[in-house]
């Protein structure tokens, strides 16, 4: 079993970046692809990013792509997501989550192991 916390989140004024990171504990972070997720008030959780788990394949919504940046660490047992560019409609519960799959798995049901989330407020 793997641990996943989330920081990062906040308020960011429309056209900013935050960088959000989500560290690991328990089992070896390097075993697992990992993926952001989001969730607006009202609606589902949906895939934002993935990452296979040496890091060399990424996969990306087509609302984010050229905007957000997946990346890891495994050294450091962490994942991070840089988003810039942000806009109104990216405000959400973001969660990363670790997965025995590809990384380019983009149903939260493929998906092992979630955080708590972080909130990520952009004001327009």
């Known amino acids: 079993q793997v641990q996943l916390v989330e920081s990062g989140g906040g308020l960011v004024q429309a056209g900013g970046s935050l960088r959000l990171s989500c560290t690991a504990s328990g089992r070896t972070f390097s075993r697992y692809a990992m993926g952001w997720f989001r969730q607006a008030p009202g609606k589902e959780r949906t895939f934002v990013a993935g990452?296979?788990?040496?890091?060399?394949?990424?996969y990306y919504a087509d609302s984010v792509k050229g905007r957000f940046t997946i990346s890891r660490d495994n050294a450091k047992n962490t994942l991070y997501l840089q988003m810039n560019g942000l806009k109104p409609e990216d405000k959400a519960v973001y969660y990363c989550a670790a997965s025995y799959g590809t990384g380019h798995d983009d149903s939260p049901g493929d998906y092992d192991y979630w955080g708590q989330g972080t909130q990520v407020t952009v004001s327009s």
């Open positions: 990452i296979s788990w040496i890091g060399g394949s990424t």
